[in-house]
């Protein structure tokens, strides 16, 4: 058997996913045949690339039918295969993402004026909303191509290194597939910020070994305080990826000072219920004092926009070092790394014979993960002006988000700088209309105040009111409240 053939099988062997391997075979040996004797720059042959995007796919924990389009994705643009022909052998599903992930291939996202630009993504997206499975072979398409970005000529590399931290590590990130938006930033970071790449490489390097013997005899001191009570808990650690690094190095009040990263390093600690995070907590409390000021943050009661869940806190380590501890369940734990992918998995093994063609049939994901993505199709057919669409895209969607909660505890996902206005009409346009003011924490706000993470929103109404007022176009941030004071108050 080909060495490329099996080694993706021992990838698939090593998931818990059950995969038709025959299927699997027969899509190699239809996409090696396909691409005989094409090479890629790199002088390996194409079917290199087509078993690394299918391995990553595996990794990923997602299906069969996945696995295969991940095999066949270069099929129809670079050779005679034809979609009709993929349907015919392989099934509509397969010759849909296919397709999807050829059209994505062939629109361009950088160097473009802004309105081709703008039209480019709508398409993308339109492709990306009728199966989302094509949007995860594209990154894992990306991810491989940025890996081998060193072969292609100088001027391609920086705009597919720039559009990958543009686009691809946003989406990713916004799936809430942290491994994955993390390692398409590192690939790409050094091609676009090259002065600044090697400045952090040489600022660190003397951090780093130190940091790791540290980090390693922290994990073993964890490790004799755990394992007596919690003898399952799985104790590891991990180094901060380079770009979120440069990132929080750049931020206001960090300016620079390494000094002020206490996350180089950090140590992690899974375990099956969300009761042993708090036990373990208050267990490592109990040796390790925490730091004050830096604190402890609960994002499994408070979880970030994308959904990550875990507990953070900083202690006082052996020398008194600062030193962060991560504490989340093994669910948590996949979710944070696989986002998306992870609920695939999980969801379509329960509801498992059920067709997912539409975005409607998104039961395979959580109703609220798909939200924004069903709101950008919506916007495709509602928005003309391609400006206007690019804003709501870049803005709404690939932005920061904040979580805030209504009186009721229902959580709402809004961008960065949100207003009460911009909570009212996420909530409901009647709401929005009728909104005369607002309470933040149960404290009085003025309608433009900028809501934070975790605030609890109550919004004072006015029965009688039927129009909004066109004042709030000022400052309202979301396209979704920007149109409906627009479109009444016209
Ligand atoms: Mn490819």
């Not at 899509?27 to 087509?50: C, K, L, N, T, V």
């Not at 492709?127 to 940025?146: C, E, G, P, Q, T």
């Not at 073993?220 to 590891?236: C, D, K, Q, V, W």
Request: net charge positive.
């Amino acid at each position: 058997m080909d060495p490329y053939l099996t080694d993706l099988l021992s990838v698939i062997h090593s998931t818990p996913r059950p995969v038709d391997e025959k299927l699997v075979i027969s899509a190699w040996e239809f996409a090696a045949r396909a691409h005989a004797d094409q090479f890629r720059r790199s002088g390996d042959p194409a079917i290199s690339h087509a078993t690394q995007v299918a391995k990553t796919l595996a990794l990923w924990n997602l299906d069969t039918t996945t696995i295969i389009s991940g095999l066949l994705h270069d099929t129809v643009e670079d050779t005679p295969v034809t979609l009709p022909e993929l349907e015919t052998k392989f099934g509509p599903d397969v010759a849909l993402i296919v397709s999807g992930v050829t059209k994505i291939s062939t629109i361009k996202l950088i160097g473009s004026t802004q309105d081709q630009f703008t039209e480019n993504l709508r398409k993308m997206i339109l492709v990306m909303a009728k199966d989302l499975r094509v949007i995860l072979v594209k990154l894992a398409d990306r991810l491989h191509n940025m890996q081998t970005l060193k072969f292609l000529p100088l001027e391609k590399q920086v705009t597919t290194a720039k559009e990958t931290l543009e686009i691809y590590a946003p989406l990713a990130e916004r799936l809430g597939m942290g491994e994955a938006k993390g390692q398409l930033e590192d690939l790409a970071f050094p091609y676009v910020y090259p002065s600044e790449y090697a400045r952090l490489i040489s600022q660190i390097s003397p951090l780093v070994s130190s940091g790791q013997k540290y980090i390693e005899k922290f994990r073993r001191e964890l490790h004799l305080l755990i394992t007596p009570s919690f003898p399952g808990a799985l104790i590891n650690t991990r180094k901060k990826h380079l770009y979120s690094l440069f990132k929080k190095l750049n931020r206001p009040g960090i300016d620079g000072d390494l000094s002020l990263i206490h996350d180089l390093f950090a140590a992690r600690i899974i375990v099956d219920t969300k009761e042993q995070c708090y036990e373990i907590l208050g267990l490592i409390h109990g040796k390790f004092h925490p730091v004050p000021q830096l604190g402890i943050s609960d994002f499994i009661a408070l979880p970030k926009p994308n959904g990550y869940q875990s507990l953070h806190t900083k202690v006082f380590g052996p020398g008194g070092q600062i030193v962060e501890l991560q504490i989340r369940t093994h669910a948590m734990h996949e979710e944070a790394e696989m986002g998306i992918a992870a609920h695939w998995f999980y969801s379509q093994a329960k509801t498992r014979g059920v067709a997912n063609k539409t975005l409607e049939a998104g039961v395979f994901i959580p109703q609220k993960k798909l939200a924004w993505v069903k709101q950008l199709v919506n916007w495709q057919a509602d928005i003309k002006d391609n400006s206007e669409y690019l804003n709501a895209l870049k803005f709404d969607a690939l932005q920061n988000r904040i979580l805030v909660f209504s009186p009721l505890g229902d959580i709402y996902d809004l961008p960065k700088g949100a207003t009460p206005v911009d909570y009212a009409y996420a909530v409901h346009t009647k709401l929005g209309h009728q909104t005369i003011g607002a309470k933040v924490n149960s404290k009085l706000v003025q309608l433009n105040h900028q809501l934070s993470n975790g605030d609890l929103v109550e919004i004072l109404t006015d029965s009688k009111r039927k129009t909004p007022n066109s004042d709030w176009l000022n400052f309202v941030v979301t396209t979704t409240a920007r149109r409906c004071i627009s479109q009444v108050s016209k």
